[in-house]
């Protein structure tokens, strides 16, 4: 009972969170909506016993809208967090396509035919699951992993154009004869 009244709050909150994306008036807001509902996602396919998949969607979101932020703070030149914008340029266009491509896909789950299945499941789902998406990429993909860390450090330092250290130096405290507290303005 608490698994299904789990399972059906994170449905909620993808929904909510989704809808979040286009009613924010920032695209650091809509980062963060947009990961809140794909992490939410990823804890539902969790329920569903698929924890290969439910954690390779959850790490991937997380990373893909981390990087996203680093990036839109380094390349933007302004604080996303705090300009207003619309994510919506269309409005009754995008509302339209909405509702459209949401009946339809209402109307495939509730009229097409779903077939029996067929054969039982291996074994160990989850491994079989992961070697039939990676197969024989699974290195590669360990290695990106770190070099994907990397690029995220590198566009923080990049993006930071100045640190502590070039303000004072070796001496955190400030110079006696620093005319602004904390040594911003310089």
């Known amino acids: 009972m608490v698994a299904d009244v789990a399972f059906w709050v994170l449905g909620v909150l993808a929904v909510l969170a989704g809808a979040a994306v286009f009613v924010v008036d920032s695209m650091a807001r809509a980062t963060y909506a947009l990961a809140v509902s794909f992490v939410a996602v990823g804890l539902q396919v969790l329920f569903l016993q698929q924890t290969y998949v439910g954690v390779v969607v ?24 705090l300009m207003p914008m619309s994510m919506v340029h269309d409005k009754r266009l ?5 509702i459209g491509t949401f009946l339809v896909l209402a109307a495939g789950v509730l009229l097409v035919d779903w077939p029996a299945r067929r054969g039982s499941p291996p074994p160990d789902a989850t491994r079989a699951l992961g070697e039939a998406l990676m197969g024989h990429k699974m290195l590669v993909m360990t290695v990106i992993s770190p070099v994907m ?38």
Request: charged share 15%.
């Open 149 to 186: 860390v990397a690029t995220i450090v590198a566009g923080v330092v990049l993006a930071s154009a100045r640190t502590r250290y070039d303000r004072y130096g070796d001496d955190l405290r400030g110079a006696p004869d620093d005319p602004q507290p904390g040594g911003v303005g310089r």
């Open 94 to 98: 995008a509302l339209a396509a909405a």
């Open 58 to 81: 959850i790490l991937m979101m997380v990373m893909e809208m981390a990087i996203m932020a680093v990036y839109m703070v380094m390349f933007m030149g302004m604080n996303p967090a």
